[in-house]
Structure formats: structure tokens, C-alpha cells
């Protein structure tokens, strides 16, 4: 059965019905991939960023020479390569909203704390003062 409310409990079952936990280590490990997989988000949204304010500056000689070329009318490779990022962040994100949707409260805390964690080492420090959030993406 699942839970609509949350719970607190080492059995849980997380997007697959063959992903259960049913001993403290199972349960610590996938707490673990949880955490790993929030930061490694927080990571791919920082490359998807970046690549996306390539494609939107001009870049000028040396910075970015692959990503400049035109490749088809209009569309760069860093218009494709920042839209490519984007869906993959998108599914990064819908999954974890899947995740959390397992209403299990130490999913719930252990991806919280990925995204805070991975925001810190990964996006933090690239913030400018003036921050645009283009992310339709509830989960971030």
C-alpha cells in the first residue's frame, strides 16, 4: 500500500517496486543515492547554466571556439547542448520529485539536504547579485 502522508520508517519503496529497503543498510544506502543524486543536480544545473549564458553571450576569439559554429540556420551547438542539459535536468528533477513522493520523511530530508548541499559546492559561488530563475522545475 502506499503512503499518503508521511511516514517515518526504514521500508520504503522508491520509484521501483524492485528498489525496497528492508534493513537499516538498505535503507542508509539509498538515503545515501538520494543525497548523491539531489547534489549531482545541483551539479548539472550549474553546467546547464553555464553553457546556456555561452550561447546567449558572444563569445569573442578563444573562449568557446567548438560552441560557436553554427549548425543548423540559427542554432548553435551550445543552443543544442544547452537544451540537451535541460531535459536531462528536467528528468533529474522529475525523478526526484518522484522520490520524495514515497512520502518517506528520510527520502524527504535526504534530498532536501542534496539540493542545499550541492547548491553550496556547485551554484553558490557562481551566483551573481541579480538572479533570473528560467527553471520551470518545481523541485528546485
Not at 5 to 26: H, M, P
Not at 82 to 98: D, K, R
Not at 101 to 129: D, K, T
Given at each position: 500500500?502506499?503512503?499518503?502522508?508521511?511516514?517515518?520508517?526504514?521500508?520504503?519503496?522508491?520509484?521501483?517496486?524492485?528498489?525496497?529497503?528492508d534493513?537499516?543498510?538498505?535503507?542508509?544506502?539509498?538515503?545515501?543515492?538520494?543525497?548523491?543524486?539531489?547534489?549531482?543536480?545541483?551539479?548539472?544545473?550549474?553546467?546547464?547554466i553555464?553553457?546556456?549564458?555561452?550561447?546567449?553571450?558572444?563569445?569573442?576569439?578563444?573562449?568557446?571556439?567548438?560552441?560557436?559554429?553554427?549548425?543548423?540556420?540559427?542554432?548553435?551547438?551550445?543552443?543544442?547542448?544547452?537544451?540537451?542539459?535541460?531535459?536531462?535536468?528536467?528528468?533529474?528533477?522529475?525523478?526526484?520529485?518522484?522520490?520524495?513522493?514515497?512520502?518517506?520523511?528520510?527520502?524527504?530530508?535526504?534530498?532536501?539536504?542534496?539540493?542545499?548541499?550541492?547548491?553550496?559546492v556547485?551554484?553558490?559561488?557562481?551566483?551573481?547579485?541579480?538572479?533570473?530563475?528560467?527553471?520551470?522545475?518545481?523541485?528546485?
Amino acid at each position: 500500500m502506499m503512503h499518503m502522508t508521511f511516514y517515518w520508517s526504514r521500508y520504503v519503496t522508491l520509484l521501483f517496486d524492485s528498489w525496497k529497503t528492508d534493513s537499516w543498510a538498505s535503507y542508509a544506502l539509498t538515503l545515501l543515492a538520494c543525497f548523491l543524486f539531489s547534489a549531482f543536480y545541483q551539479y548539472m544545473e550549474d553546467k546547464r547554466i553555464r553553457v546556456s549564458r555561452l550561447s546567449s553571450s558572444k563569445p569573442t576569439g578563444m573562449e568557446a571556439p567548438l560552441l560557436e559554429r553554427k549548425v543548423v540556420g540559427k542554432i548553435s551547438a551550445a543552443r543544442i547542448a544547452g537544451t540537451v542539459l535541460f531535459g536531462i535536468n528536467s528528468a533529474l528533477g522529475y525523478l526526484l520529485m518522484l522520490g520524495i513522493m514515497s512520502f518517506n520523511g528520510g527520502v524527504f530530508l535526504a534530498v532536501v539536504l542534496g539540493l542545499m548541499i550541492g547548491y553550496l559546492v556547485f551554484r553558490s559561488a557562481n551566483e551573481e547579485v541579480a538572479v533570473v530563475v528560467d527553471n520551470p522545475c518545481a523541485c528546485a
